[in-house]
C-alpha cells in the first residue's frame, strides 16, 4: 500500500503546476494533503480525480486558508474532523481529518505555523499540546495507525540544513524539538527516520527566498509518523523533491507499507 503526504501550498495552483502528473507518476493509494486552501465548490469545474477515487475535503472556514484533504483509491470511511481541543473545538482552520482504509487509520494533520507573530506562536504550541493528547489513544491501537502531514518542526539538526542559523526560528526552537522528541518517546515512530537512519539530510518545505529550493537549502517539516503495527508493516519511505520544485513549496512524502 502507497500512502503519500502533501503540503500542496493551495490545490487549485497545484493543479495549475501539474499536480496530476504526480498523482498519475507517483500511483499511491492514499494522498493526505494538507493547506489545499480550497472550499468544494471553488475546485476547478474541469478537474477530475482519477476513476475509481473518492476526496474528503475538510476546509477551513476562513476562505483561502489552510485545509486538509485525503484521496483514496480504495474503501475510506471518515471518523472524524478536528480533535475537539478546547483551542478550536470545531476545527475552524481546517486542520485534523481522520478517516479508515480497511484497517488502517490515517490522520490528516496540518500543524499550526508559529513564524508569523508571537500569537501564532502561543497558538501553535497550546494546539500542540492538545493534539499530542488526542493522537496518543492511538499509540494502543493493534491496527496501524498513521499520523501524517506538515507538522511545521523541524526535529533535529539532520532535518534542517542551518541549524545554528535557525536556531530562535519557529519550528526549530528548543522546546519544539523537545515536544517532538518526547512525541517519539511515548511511542511514535517517525517513519522517514526508522527507514533511512539519522544522519541523512533531505529536506521536505523550501524558503521561497534566497533560491532555497535551487540549493536545497530546506527543512524537514512533513512526517509520517507510525505505531507499532505501522512500524512492523514498513517497506520504505522517500521524498520525492522534484515535486517540491515543480509543485509547491513542499515535496510529497511517500511511505510503502505492507497491507497486511
Partial sequence: MRIVTWNVNGIRAAIRKGLDKFIEKIDADVWM???????QEQLPNDW???DGC???LHPAEKKGYSGVATI???EMVEIGRGMNGQIDPNDSEGRVLVTTHNGITLVNTYLPS???KEERQQYKETWMSQWRDFIRP???SKEP????????IAHTENDIWNPKGNAKSSGFLPHEREWFSELLAEGWCDLFREHVGPDEKTFSWWSNRGQARAKDRGWRIDYLLGNDAAKKRLISVEI???GGLEVSDHAPVILDIYSS
Fill in 54 to 56: 473518492k476526496m474528503i
Fill in 33 to 39: 494533503l494538507q493547506e489545499v486552501r480550497c472550499l
Fill in 48 to 50: 477530475a480525480l482519477p
Fill in 72 to 74: 483514496s483509491k480504495n
Fill in 240 to 242: 520525492d523533491r522534484q
Fill in 145 to 152: 495507525v498513521i499520523v501524517a502531514g506538515d507538522l511545521n
Fill in 138 to 140: 492511538y499509540l494502543n
Fill in 114 to 116: 508559529g513564524s508569523s
